[in-house]
């Protein structure tokens, strides 16, 4: 397992669409997740700022939705580009998605001052729309599973 | 429907279980959420930060998720707190929750600048489980709809 994401999807997000609070790497105040391939599996590494807390020591849920929620269309945008012959950093911008649905069972408390590990299988059950299972590991503590629905961003949705 | 919550249950968690980011009051960089009773429904209401973005004039799925998550926990308070004969503000301490499961459909872009409203349904499952479900409305939007699976904090939680 890598410590870190070398070629990532977000990366080659077209500018207006790299604002996400998640994702966005043009998102200032925002988390700068960051989603690649490890294998066959997709991996976002992230560690919780001190003030991502539920209650002192331990992550705050809302932070680890977040995490599984933009793995989520970051993995299944990995994998269409790669459906379409693409991978991170070839030059050729990738498809977008959203999300339709986020589910998510917390396991274990997950300890803060670690990063976290989410590791995504990733599902075409509709040309437009892949369900992403992921794992989020402390270490290797199983804290998190997730499963994210994730459909191809309509081509109206930024002008709506 | 009150534009205002006016005792919520966050206020009266003892201070150590005030820090979470997403409803603790102690919680500087946190969101503040808070939860009250609208009749037998429950009440958050959150303005999304200018940076809370997906695409540009649309909020962020996580932090949707993140609503209907403490909502949910917040919620499932209020209604063990009345079981007890208790409401927000009658100078009592409340029993604290934490999340077992989250889920979230995403229904419609949800539009940025413009206050949302979570609406939960409190329903008890077994004396230490309740269901939430959740709907998220931007006016008379609704853009979410949520389930949260709220358990009581363990005792040993805090020792952990």
């Known amino acids: 397992m890598v410590d870190y994401v ?3 999807i977000q990366d080659d997000y077209s500018d207006e669409y790299s604002h996400c609070y998640g994702c966005g790497r043009l998102n200032e105040e925002g988390l ?4 690649g391939w490890n294998g066959d599996k997709t991996l976002t590494i992230y560690e919780p700022r001190a003030e991502h807390t539920a209650i002192p020591g331990f992550v705050y849920g809302g932070l680890i939705g977040s ?5 989520g269309t970051g993995s299944a945008a990995l994998a269409l580009h790669k459906k379409n012959g693409h991978e991170p950093g ?9 999300t339709g649905s986020l589910h998510v ?6 300890p803060q ?3 976290l590990k989410a590791i995504g299988t990733v599902e075409e059950i509709h040309p437009k729309k892949w369900k992403v299972t992921t794992e989020v590991y402390a270490e290797d503590t199983l804290c998190a599973k997730g499963e994210v629905i994730a459909v191809v961003m309509p081509d109206t949705f930024l002008k709506k």
Not at 90 to 98: N, S, W
């Open 6 to 8: 070398k070629h990532a």
């Open 32 to 35: 700068k997740l960051r989603t």
């Open 67 to 71: 995490i599984i929620d933009c793995h």
């Open 90 to 98: 070839d030059g050729i911008e990738p498809p977008r998605f959203v």
């Open 105 to 110: 069972d917390f396991l274990k408390p997950t």
């Open 113 to 115: 001052e670690v990063p």
